[in-house]
């Protein structure tokens, strides 16, 4: 496991929000390194880090993927897939799938996973491999979510919170407080509570950005076109 992109700060991002595995757990070492030493982060935020990095490095590793997957995987409101922040399973959203994939194809990135496009740690990947000055454009499109995400991840005590904290700082952005609010006020509901899931996605809609006509314009040109919905499978937990 290589941090060889261009930004291998947001490279080592990517691979702390993805699901836990040996590999992951082999490179943090050097995940840890990069991360202490970001001068683009506070001391403070740096320091945020380290718990999880520590947990990361040493837990057991079921212990580790049954956190990731009782998180992520079973809140939408901790949802790593960025647009169901956008529209939940609404009909917008296929269209938006394959417009961000052409997008990482013509950067010359391919996205070497079985997550959807919109999954955060792939969005970083492909970030870590641009210009920092066009992420951090695309990052600050996505600020509000960062921001109500760490909220929440605070609220559980999860050591994750300190990773969309920094993400955050990088983003460089203040985010539209209206968004956050919006987002905070979706209920923090289990995924497998669907009845209540409908009625929440029935009665919302967020948008990615505080300003359409900011961020990577790729990208924003990319989240006008959202169509038919695409769900991704469950993540199994390790046996």
Same mark, same amino acid.
């Given at each position: 496991?290589?941090?060889?992109?261009?930004? *291998?700060?947001?490279?080592?991002?990517?691979?702390?929000?993805?699901?836990?595995?040996?590999?992951?757990?082999?490179?943090?070492?050097?995940?840890?390194?990069?991360?202490?030493?970001?001068?683009?982060?506070?001391?403070?935020?740096?320091?945020?880090? *380290? !718990?999880?990095?520590?947990?990361?490095?040493?837990?057991?590793?079921?212990?580790?993927?049954?956190?990731?997957?009782?998180?992520?995987?079973?809140? *939408?409101?901790?949802?790593?897939?960025?647009?169901?922040?956008?529209?939940?399973?609404?009909?917008? *959203?296929?269209?938006?799938?394959?417009?961000?994939?052409?997008?990482?194809?013509?950067?010359?990135?391919?996205?070497?996973?079985?997550?959807?496009?919109?999954?955060? !740690?792939?969005?970083?990947?492909?970030?870590?491999?641009?210009?920092?000055?066009?992420?951090?454009?695309?990052?600050?499109?996505?600020?509000?979510?960062?921001?109500?995400?760490?909220?929440?991840?605070?609220?559980?005590?999860? !050591?994750?919170?300190?990773?969309?904290?920094?993400?955050?700082?990088?983003?460089?952005?203040? /985010?539209?407080?209206?968004?956050?609010?919006?987002?905070?006020?979706? /209920?923090?509901?289990?995924?497998?509570?669907?009845?209540?899931?409908?009625?929440?996605?029935?009665?919302?809609?967020?948008?990615?950005?505080?300003? !359409?006509?900011?961020?990577?314009?790729?990208?924003?040109?990319?989240?006008?076109?959202?169509?038919?919905?695409?769900? /991704?499978? /469950?993540?199994?937990?390790?046996?």
């Amino acid at each position: 496991m290589s941090l060889s992109p261009q930004d *291998r700060t947001l490279k080592a991002m990517s691979l702390i929000l993805s699901y836990p595995t040996q590999e992951l757990q082999q490179a943090m070492p050097e995940i840890s390194g990069v991360l202490a030493s970001e001068s683009r982060l506070t001391a403070a935020a740096r320091r945020a880090l *380290r !718990p999880l990095a520590s947990q990361l490095a040493t837990r057991d590793l079921y212990e580790l993927q049954e956190q990731y997957v009782m998180l992520f995987d079973r809140s *939408r409101a901790l949802s790593l897939n960025l647009f169901e922040h956008v529209h939940g399973e609404s009909r917008d *959203r296929g269209g938006a799938m394959v417009s961000l994939l052409e997008t990482y194809r013509d950067g010359g990135f391919e996205p070497a996973t079985t997550e959807l496009p919109d999954h955060l !740690p792939v969005l970083l990947e492909f970030l870590s491999t641009r210009p920092f000055v066009e992420a951090q454009e695309t990052l600050a499109d996505a600020a509000h979510i960062f921001e109500a995400l760490t909220a929440r991840l605070v609220r559980r005590e999860s !050591p994750y919170a300190a990773v969309f904290a920094a993400l955050f700082q990088l983003s460089g952005g203040a /985010p539209d407080q209206a968004a956050v609010a919006e987002l905070l006020d979706q /209920p923090d509901i289990d995924a497998d509570d669907l009845e209540a899931l409908d009625k929440v996605w029935e009665e919302s809609e967020v948008r990615f950005g505080p300003d !359409p006509n900011g961020g990577c314009p790729q990208v924003r040109d990319m989240l006008a076109q959202m169509d038919v919905p695409i769900n /991704p499978a /469950p993540r199994a937990t390790a046996e």
